[in-house]
Every structure is written in C-alpha cells, then in structure tokens.
C-alpha cells in the first residue's frame, strides 16, 4: 500500500490493532518517504501493548467529524500513546496486537508512506485444509 496523506485529509484512524487482515499473526512495516515530526504527523503507539493479545473493539461513529465510522480499541487502554519520530527511509515493523493510530499532518505537503503486511503461510486460513497443512496447489507435470 502507498498512502498519500494530505494536509486535511490523512485519513486519521482510532487506535486500533491490525484486525481483519489475511492472518491474526502479521507484522506490519511502515516506511515513511518524509521525516516523521511533530508537523508531519505519523505514527503513535501504546508501548507494550501487544502483550495484551487480541482485545475486543468498539465502533467510533462519526470519528472527529468525518462522516465515517472506525473501529478502536477501548479508551481504558489508551494510556499515554507515544508518537513515534522517523527519519525518512526508517522502517518501522510492529505486530498485529500493537495498538496504535495516526496523527495529523500540519504541513502543507504530503506524507508518502509506503505500508506493507507480511503473513506467515502456515496462519493464513484459506491456505490451510481440514487437517491443518498448508493446502498450496502441486506443480503438475505434463
């Protein structure tokens, strides 16, 4: 994924897990193309938070006045979020169970980052049969 985060318009999200992804067990790689700063916005974490495991969400309708609704984790978890600073060209890899969101970018350029997912082969499930082995297609010789 390649994001265009523009001022006004960067796509702002509760703080949340990655949920909903092709396994329950990825890690995420966020590379930013610009340094990430105060004025750029970026990135914010709960540190230690993927020791929490798989905590249950709840709907954030109309969130910051967007029209949208997201789902987040609860507030009683969001203690003191950390914004996470990056020189541009860093890599930042974290787990799925991490919680984390985004910050406002109060520049008037664009936050080019490039937002990868990687999933180990035996977690996916459409990839696995009933008893539980990778499920991929046999080269088939002619």
């Known amino acids: 994924q390649i994001r265009f985060d523009t001022p006004g318009n960067d796509r702002l999200l509760p703080m949340h897990q990655e ?3 092709i396994s329950s067990n990825e890690i995420t790689g966020w590379l930013p193309f610009v340094d990430i700063n105060n004025e750029s916005g970026g990135v914010e974490v709960i540190e230690q938070s993927h ?3 798989d905590l249950p969400i709840i ?3 109309n969130y910051l006045d967007s029209g949208n609704n997201y789902s987040g984790v609860e507030l009683k978890y969001l203690k003191n979020p950390k914004k ?3 020189n541009k060209g860093d890599l930042l890899l974290f787990h ?3 919680i984390h969101g985004s910050y406002s970018n109060l520049t008037n350029d664009i936050r080019l980052v490039s937002v990868a997912r990687f999933n180990p082969l035996n977690d996916i499930p459409y990839l696995k049969n009933t ?3 990778l499920n991929i297609p ?3 010789n002619k």
């Open 51 to 53: 020791k929490l495991g």
């Open 138 to 140: 046999k080269k088939i």
């Open 96 to 98: 799925t169970d991490l």
């Open 59 to 61: 709907l954030y309708e």
């Open 84 to 86: 996470v600073f990056m």
């Open 131 to 133: 008893e539980s082995e």
């Open 19 to 21: 949920r909903g992804q």
